[in-house]
């Protein structure tokens, strides 16, 4: 594996700790370029840009769970892609995904594949499951 695919793996491990995990604006504004497009966006109802997923994970799923982790299980890069199954987890305290809140953990198992390009996120791809 070369030196750009190892920097681009570190850039998606950073996006999921820093802004989904710890809600690191900042570090959405470094990592996700402005012509971004989200390929998903339509499975989760939001704008396709760069304003939808950051408005989604601000606004949806971190007032919904608490607590909230990620867990990368294993990444894969090949060219300027990198492909990682991985799981999101809080505990519900709010609407999420269409149910009231329960006051539990529950699990989404995911598989993201993401594009970079100059080291920030361009494209997006989101495959998963919750599981309660």
Do not use: C
């Not at 491990?13 to 497009?37: P, Y």
């Not at 294993?74 to 809140?101: W, Y």
């Amino acid at each position: 594996m070369n030196i750009l695919q190892e920097r681009n793996k570190l850039v998606v491990q950073r996006f999921n700790k820093e802004f989904i995990e710890k809600g690191n604006l900042d570090a959405f504004e470094e990592i996700v370029a402005l012509d971004f497009v989200n390929r998903s966006a339509a499975t989760l109802h939001i704008p396709a840009g760069r304003e939808g997923i950051k408005d989604y994970i601000v606004d949806v799923l971190r007032k919904a769970l608490t607590d909230v982790k990620v867990e990368i299980y294993d990444q894969i890069a090949e060219g300027d892609t990198v492909v990682t199954r991985k799981s999101i987890s809080g505990i519900q305290i709010g609407e999420f995904l269409n149910k009231p809140a329960t006051n539990e953990r529950i699990v989404m198992h995911l598989i993201d594949i993401v594009t970079l390009k100059d080291g920030k996120y361009v494209e997006h791809w989101r495959y998963g499951q919750v599981v309660n």
